[in-house]
């Protein structure tokens, strides 16, 4: 899919974002706009271009085959270059990942990643749900090295697909994964997701690669081959790793 084009005319802003977030449309689409004027630095990664790593998050996505990541693309705003992406309506029924008091964990189709205390001193847990679609992104994020991937940035859509959005903070050549999509530690691949593993890992030897080579360094488009390298061999899903804690605040 090509990005629509026309004049991006602003609607509106997300004021929960940490960085200027605005919603907007392009003709009759609906577009989240994140101009890289907006951008705030951070300490862990200094000096990167948060719009670049929004871009090259979707198009591993894309070589995978997976549509993690919504259409997202470098246009033109107001507020000068940005990233744009194109808006997704949730359903709102659906929540596929959870908080939940620990004595009212569902039966079957979830996996639990912690249990800990509310505000309230109650025993609370925090799950996600047991599908493919999670599975996919789970992998995903340990290919981009996602550092916050939080709840609130899986978007459920009606018919099962999920989305995942926000991924600004992703390629440190250190391990930096923080998410909420544990449940799967120590558990093998299955085959379909070591085929797209190794698919986009040839692929970073030619087109992929080289598009990804003006929005990421040298040494982490070589970290992200390694992290692939890493998956193939081992197979399974990855336990926590460096120094970080392995979980995103806040959760959601």
């Known amino acids: 899919m090509n990005p629509p084009s026309g004049e991006l005319e602003l609607t509106g802003r997300i004021t929960t974002a940490s960085n200027a977030t605005f919603v907007g449309t392009l003709g009759e689409v609906e577009v989240v706009y994140k101009p890289i004027e907006g951008e705030r630095p951070l300490w862990d990664f200094p000096g990167v271009v948060l719009a670049h790593r929004e871009v090259a998050a979707y198009a591993v996505s894309e070589a995978l085959g997976w549509a993690v990541v919504p259409l997202t693309w470098l246009g033109e705003g107001p507020f000068g270059e940005g990233m744009l992406q194109l808006w997704q309506d949730v359903d709102p029924a659906v929540e596929a990942v959870d908080l939940v008091p620990s004595d009212e964990l569902p039966d079957a189709g979830w996996r639990r990643v912690f249990e800990g205390r509310d505000d309230d001193d109650r025993r609370v847990s925090l799950i996600h749900e047991d599908s493919a679609a999670l599975r996919r992104m789970a992998v995903f994020d340990v290919i ?109």
């Open 144 to 252: 981009v090295n996602n550092a916050d991937r939080k709840g609130g940035h899986v978007l459920a859509m009606s018919g099962g697909h999920r989305y995942g959005v926000d991924h600004g903070i992703t390629f440190h050549v250190e391990p930096k994964l923080r998410t909420v999509l544990w449940g799967w530690i120590g558990e093998p691949l299955a085959d379909d997701e070591l085929a797209a593993v190794a698919a986009l890992r040839a692929e970073l030897g030619g087109a992929l690669g080289a598009s990804l080579e003006p929005l990421l360094g040298p040494e982490e488009l070589a970290a992200l081959d390694a992290r692939c390298a890493r998956l193939l061999a081992e197979a399974v899903f990855p336990s926590p790793a460096g120094d970080m804690p392995p979980i995103p605040y806040p959760l959601f």
